[in-house]
């Protein structure tokens, strides 16, 4: 029996309105969040762009899945990439 190793995107929470963390990410079921801490979040992004979602966690998901990556670390602290959106909140 082999690993399974999935690939994590770390973006700032920057790239998300307060909107979107306070009515999506902590409410919804149209995508798998899971706290992490008080810092962020953890979002599997893999097939998250068949769901209805913010428009802001949408860029970030289609960042995601041009890395390759199956999961999004949404960090208070993470880097903030040029060609998404920031917003001060």
Known sequence: MSAEIQSMLVLSTAHLTEETCNNHLHT???VSAYEKM???WFVYAKHSLDRNLPEDLT???H???DCNAEW???DRDGPE???LPIYDW
Do not use: P
Request: aromatic fraction near 12%; glycine fraction near 12%; charge should be positive.
């Open 38 to 40: 008080s810092y962020g």
């Open 59 to 61: 860029a970030c998901v």
């Open 81 to 83: 990439l040029e060609g």
């Open 72 to 74: 999004i670390m949404f």
């Open 63 to 65: 960042r995601a899945k």
């Open 28 to 30: 919804t079921t149209a």
